[in-house]
Nanobody, 123 residues
């Protein structure tokens, strides 16, 4: 299995940027498709972005397309989420997740989850 730890969250003004990092340990990182998800208070966990094992295939939720960029560095066992032009509605706890498949994005298909990192965007 794989262990995941998110970092990089914080408080930022609307229009600002943050970069989230997901550090993985355990089994070979490149064996896993990875994803970012978020959960705002009172709402269900929602998909943000996903990346395939090699990084060659990427998919974004419409709400973040053009503003967020997902990437991974298999040599460093790390995944990133660069978030630009942040909006108040991006406020949530952000989770990274892994699944031993080539590529997928529904949260229910992911097997391993980090503890989450809080992102708060002030308007």
């Amino acid at each position: 299995q794989v262990q995941l730890v998110e970092s990089g969250g914080g408080l930022v003004e609307a229009g600002g940027s943050l970069r989230l990092t997901c550090a993985a340990s355990g089994r070979t990182f490149s064996s896993y498709a990875m994803g970012w998800f978020r959960q705002a208070p009172g709402k269900e966990r929602e998909f943000v972005a996903a990346i395939s094992r090699s990084g060659g295939r990427i998919y974004y939720a419409d709400s973040v397309k053009g503003r967020f960029t997902i990437s991974r560095d298999n040599a460093k066992n790390t995944m990133y989420l660069q978030m630009n032009s942040l909006k108040s509605e991006d406020t949530a706890v952000y989770y990274c997740a892994a699944v031993s498949r080539l590529f997928t994005w529904p949260p229910q298909e992911y097997d391993y989850w980090g503890q989450g990192t809080q992102v708060t965007v002030s308007s």
